[in-house]
């Protein structure tokens, strides 16, 4: 995988022939890889009518890792600081960090779908489940695929649902099975009932945030061919020059 540092900088007025990415929520999620696994802070920043996200994750004490994805065609991944990250509110990234992104799998879409479950209650709250779930059982099994989980925090239908997963992703796009909302928690489960890339949400903070790239600078990298997430962002990539 090819290890990239973005130079984000704050900066005080939109460039000239600059690609634009607003944000406009924040959510800060609790995150386990397993279920024995220590939590870590998680940051997805969003736009609640746009495909685009941005998610940052510890990278070490000082650190964070950036993962900004726009399924249509763009990843950038790098590193910034925490604390700068959290106040700047333009960030911008160089054109050498600017990758064209694919997801190869769509084809999959074919192959699952999205179960609506019963209401769950939390807290005394109900509150919408969906899974992802493989079409065939007897290849779901002899594959030993796992499903993902979905619980959807009520009141939130002013925001698109955020799928990290590119399947997930494919699959709502193209049947909407799943209705606007914030997930209150996200986790998959494999067949032996183990739980893993346990996302429980801590709070949504309405900001108002930019990232810019130069136009078309996408085009002159090689493709990055998204490949699988790994501990929950999509982290596993090939380069194609």
């Excluded at 995150?31 to 990278?59: F, P």
Aim: net charge negative; charged share 25%; glycine share 4%.
């Amino acid at each position: 995988m090819h290890k990239i540092t973005i130079l984000f900088l704050l900066i005080t007025s939109v460039l000239f022939s600059q690609k634009v990415y607003h944000f406009d929520y924040m959510l800060e999620y609790e995150y386990r890889n397993t279920s024995d696994s220590d939590v870590e802070t998680r940051y997805i920043l969003t736009s609640s009518d746009q495909d685009h996200y941005m998610i940052a994750r510890k990278e070490d004490e000082n650190m964070l890792a950036i993962h900004f994805v726009n399924p249509e065609g763009v990843y950038i991944m790098g590193s910034v600081n925490k604390d700068e990250f959290l106040k700047t509110e333009n960030y911008f990234a160089e054109c050498k960090d600017v990758f064209a992104h694919t997801n190869p799998y769509k084809h999959l879409v074919k192959d699952y779908e999205f179960i609506e479950q019963p209401d769950t209650l939390i807290d005394g709250v109900i509150h919408s489940y969906y899974i992802l779930k493989y079409r065939n059982p007897k290849k779901e099994k002899r594959k030993r695929i796992a499903r993902n989980h979905y619980i959807i925090s009520p009141q939130t239908e002013y925001h698109d649902p955020v799928f990290i997963h590119p399947t997930a992703y494919e699959e709502w796009k193209t049947e909407g099975a799943v209705p606007n909302g914030i997930f209150r928690n996200k986790y998959t489960i494999d067949l032996n009932g183990r739980k893993s890339l346990i996302y429980k949400l801590k709070k949504i903070h309405k900001i108002d945030k930019f990232l810019q790239h130069p136009e078309g600078c996408n085009t002159e990298n090689p493709t990055l061919i998204q490949m699988r997430t790994i501990d929950g962002v999509p982290s596993g990539y090939e380069i194609y020059h």
